[in-house]
């Protein structure tokens, strides 16, 4: 990595399946990196590359300009970003921190504040477009914060994504998230019934794919997880596990404000079911198997 000396030390924590591609990104932009995660195995093709690894993100904080993370849970993140050993009370003044894990808007709120009474910048910016998206830096991120702090790191949130949205203050790139995830939800529901009742019909599914696939049906979640669905094929992009989270947060934020939704309910309660019986870590296109996948007159 040839760094320019002016540009800025970007710390990255979370190097999972979006993280690690998202790094990836800022790191071919030529931004000096600096990384930690839970697991340094996850780290060592970025160490390799000529990132510099952090055995803490206290140590990491101390040096970066700009930290993003992307970890696993609401919990997750407050562990990361509060404490004696958090990101907030390491980091350095004027530093901006860039949470984009799918996390919890009053979180989000709550770090903003948290951050402002130290003189730091913080932005809630999670993510939507999948490890396709993350790979080829064409994620859709959702920003919440000030402009003025987003203004700073935009050109690093464009490394990885190629449509940066500030929807409002603080935790509104959380509500937007979750808009996204609700949205996901039925419409998984909707994939996955039809393809199994064109299986049940009778029909090769993937020629069924070829017409409604370019027809009013059309869109990101048929065309990329239907063929998946069809040839039986649930390795994670975004794993179900991690879904679940997302929809229980989104849940408890509409029951907060009295709303009903009862597509999300039914996603949910599938989406459940097929942790209990091992689907866990597969994809969300194993929502299929949720349905009488590939049943046929004479064993109904």
């Known amino acids: 990595m040839n760094h320019s000396e002016n540009k800025a030390k970007v710390g990255f924590i979370g190097l999972g399946i979006m993280g690690g591609a998202m790094a990836t990104r800022v790191a071919a932009a030529d931004y000096p990196l600096h990384v930690y995660n839970r697991s340094r195995a996850k780290a060592q093709s970025l160490v390799d590359a000529g990132a510099t690894w952090h055995d803490t993100p206290a140590s990491l904080a101390a040096v970066a300009d700009v930290i993003i993370s992307i970890v696993g849970t609401p919990t997750d993140v407050r562990d990361l970003y509060l404490g004696n050993a958090g990101l907030l009370a390491n980091a350095r003044p004027a530093a901006v921190l ?41 994620l859709s991120i959702m920003v919440g914060g000030s402009a003025e702090a987003l203004a700073r790191v935009e050109a690093i949130l464009h490394c990885m994504g190629t449509n940066v949205v500030l929807q409002g203050g603080p935790g509104a790139g959380q509500h937007t998230k979750l808009c996204n995830q609700i949205v996901i939800a039925s419409t998984m529901l909707g994939v996955a019934e039809g393809l199994s009742y064109a299986r049940n019909a009778g029909l090769d599914v993937q020629t069924v794919l070829s017409s409604i696939g370019s027809g009013a049906a059309s869109g990101f979640l048929l065309n990329n997880l239907g063929p998946k669905m069809a040839n039986g094929d649930f390795a994670p992009g975004f794993m179900i596990e991690h879904f679940v989270k997302d929809m229980a947060l989104a849940y408890e934020e509409a029951l907060a404000m009295g709303h009903e939704l009862p597509g999300l309910q039914l996603a949910q309660r599938l989406y459940q079911q097929l942790v209990e019986t091992g689907f866990a870590r597969a994809g969300t296109q194993a929502l299929v198997n949720a349905y009488a996948w590939g049943k046929t007159d004479e064993n109904h």
């Open 98 to 138: 860039i949470d984009m894990t799918t996390s919890s808007p009053a979180l989000a709120q709550q770090l903003a504040r948290d951050a402002q009474a130290r003189s730091i910048d913080m932005l809630d910016a999670p993510v939507s477009g999948g490890e396709i998206g993350a790979r080829e830096g064409r």
